[in-house]
């Protein structure tokens, strides 16, 4: 007995940390292109890397002004660093994860996107694996873009970051100003970039307090579309309630360490009910 149980711990996955870069992508861009609000990729990040209610904001908007976009925190670059934050999963897993969200600022005097025309449009600009950034500071909130050495300052190690694996985001909301197609458009195209790096996706969708149920049909439709070969999982999220935000990073860490057990993930209508 004694000897399976040392085995046992001898095993345990638990003793080799596991480090999981995450990058949060989905549409972005000025209002023209994303419509009158964000579809919820900073609040995402938000709640999981700080989950309690005294540090979620809602508030993160990408309209900048020039000496926040230069500051840095944004460091001249359409990405956020959101940090590292550890996590369990149910099966006794500890995860390191960092994660970036892959945006798009806008400067607050045009009204049109930063270094907008030398860069590669958003949808294949945010799939990059590879990302380089000198001595950019992780972002904690909006009023933190100015008075950086009044917040708590941690450095994106070694100006690095590679990419292990992709949440990508899709709104179920209505919002004013964007139009389904256009989402379900931007989004199948990142899909696709996202397959010829051959990293691994999870489809988020985000906002379900909100949901518009004809929205979640399309999403199930684009998901088994057959050009992904395999089905892409989908998680149903909503940050404002903190509903399923974990279990988002969870099932892309286990399809990224090759995890062989399950992974339980529960409609959002049945996690809500928990909440
Ligand atoms: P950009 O980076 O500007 O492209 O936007 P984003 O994708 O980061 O969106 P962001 O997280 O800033 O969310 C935009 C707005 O959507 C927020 O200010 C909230 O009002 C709303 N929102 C985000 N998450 C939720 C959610 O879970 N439920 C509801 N009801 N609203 C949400
Ligand atoms: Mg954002």
Not at 133 to 143: F, P, T, V
Not at 233 to 261: M, Q, W, Y
Request: net charge neutral; hydrophobic share 35%; charged share 30%.
């Amino acid at each position: 007995n004694t000897f399976c149980r040392m085995e046992k711990q001898y095993v345990k996955k638990t003793d080799i940390p596991r480090y999981i870069n995450v990058a949060v992508v989905g549409l972005s861009g000025a209002e023209k292109e994303k419509g009158a609000v964000g579809v919820g990729k900073s609040c995402l990040c938000n709640r999981f890397m700080r989950s309690s209610s005294n540090d979620f904001e809602e508030d993160h908007n990408s309209l900048l002004s020039n000496s926040d976009f230069s500051g840095r925190v944004v460091n001249n670059d359409n990405f956020l660093y959101w940090g590292e934050v550890i996590k369990t999963s149910t099966e006794g897993t500890e995860y390191t994860f960092r994660v970036i969200e892959q945006t798009e600022f806008i400067d607050d005097s045009t009204f049109q996107p930063f270094n907008g025309v030398k860069m590669d449009p958003y949808i294949k600009r945010c799939v990059a694996t590879k990302i380089e950034s000198a001595e950019k500071l992780m972002y904690i909130c909006r009023s933190q873009l100015g008075i950086e050495e009044k917040f708590e300052q941690k450095v994106l190690p070694s100006g690095k970051f590679n990419v292990d694996g992709f949440l990508c985001v899709f709104d179920v909301s209505v919002v004013p100003g964007r139009s389904i197609e256009k989402q379900l458009e931007t989004v199948t195209n990142i899909l696709k970039n996202i397959k010829d790096t051959t990293k691994p996706v999870v489809l988020v969708t985000t906002k379900n307090d909100e949901l518009n149920e004809s929205y979640v049909q399309e999403v199930q439709k684009l998901v088994s579309r057959k050009e992904f070969k395999k089905a892409i999982p989908i998680v149903e999220t909503s940050a404002c309630l903190n509903v399923n935000v974990d279990a988002a990073f969870i099932a892309l860490a286990h399809i990224i360490d090759r995890f062989k057990g399950r992974t339980k993930i529960v409609p959002y209508l049945e996690s809500v009910k928990d909440y």
